[in-house]
């Protein structure tokens, strides 16, 4: 059974920083795109940021300069740095990984950017 289990979530003020973690096993690190996405309350669930195997990344525009996301291959989590946090980035937060044939999605992590 895939697991993708994320941690990090929370309630930061704006202005703010948090990282979330998404673990998975080396199967799926290795060979799977792997994602951020959000959903907010009454929206689509859109992508935030991703990184190929290769170490490509790709933001949103909402989030390019502001979000960092990377990969630690030793322990096969990606991260998603969040810096100069606002309201707007409140959302629940959900790890993907991507593949050729399916999907595998995490069961989110809620942030909230409020003072």
């Known amino acids: 059974q895939v697991q993708l289990v994320e941690s990090g979530g929370g309630l930061v003020q704006p202005g703010g920083s948090l990282r979330l973690s998404c673990a998975t096993s080396?199967?799926?690190?290795?060979?799977?795109?792997m994602g951020w996405y959000r959903q907010a309350p009454g929206e689509q669930r859109e992508l935030v940021a991703d990184?190929?195997?290769?170490?490509?990344?790709n933001y949103a525009d909402s989030t390019k300069g502001r979000f960092t996301i990377s990969r630690d291959n030793a322990k096969n989590t990606v991260y998603l740095q969040m810096n100069s946090l606002k309201h707007e980035d409140t959302a629940v937060y959900y790890c993907?990984?991507?593949?050729?044939?399916?999907?595998?999605w995490g069961q989110g992590t809620q942030v909230t950017v409020s003072s």
């Open positions: 990184i190929t195997t290769g170490d490509s990344a």
């Open positions: 993907k990984a991507e593949g050729a044939n399916r999907n595998y």
């Open positions: 080396a199967i799926i690190f290795n060979f799977y795109r």
